[in-house]
């Protein structure tokens, strides 16, 4: 499975940015994981394929939402209330099969290849 993200650039603070993944084939469970300089790769939100149910960081809970598009193979993150703590490359990843340890990057298969979110006044 290939994924492809979109999306992302420069946010003020309190602002408003989407990123995108599309993927090449079904799977089980997409993510969006996050990794700020000098810090280690955090999970932000997930979502299983199959119901939609959605998984999020309590950092990113009531403002984050995670979304999918079963015609397009596309998952977004709409990203509202943005800080500058939020600041990392986004990265998307996938499973072919659900994991109740959605949180851990290592149990993901597949990865996009990043995008830069920057939240700066």
């Known amino acids: 499975v290939q994924l492809v993200e979109s999306g992302g650039g420069l946010a003020q603070p309190g602002g408003s940015l989407r990123v995108s993944c599309a993927a090449s084939g079904r799977t089980g469970v997409m993510a969006w994981f996050r990794q700020a300089r000098g810090k280690e790769r955090a999970f932000v939100a997930a979502?299983?394929?199959?119901?939609?149910?959605?998984r999020y960081a309590d950092s990113v809970k009531g403002r984050f939402t995670i979304s999918r598009d079963s015609a397009k193979l596309t998952v977004n993150l709409q990203m509202n209330s943005l800080k500058p703590e939020d600041t990392a490359v986004y990265y998307c990843a996938a499973r072919l099969v659900y994991s109740v340890q959605y949180y851990d990057s290592e149990q993901y298969d597949f990865w996009g290849q990043g995008t830069q979110v920057t939240v700066s006044s």
């Open positions: 979502i299983r394929w199959g119901d939609g149910n959605t």
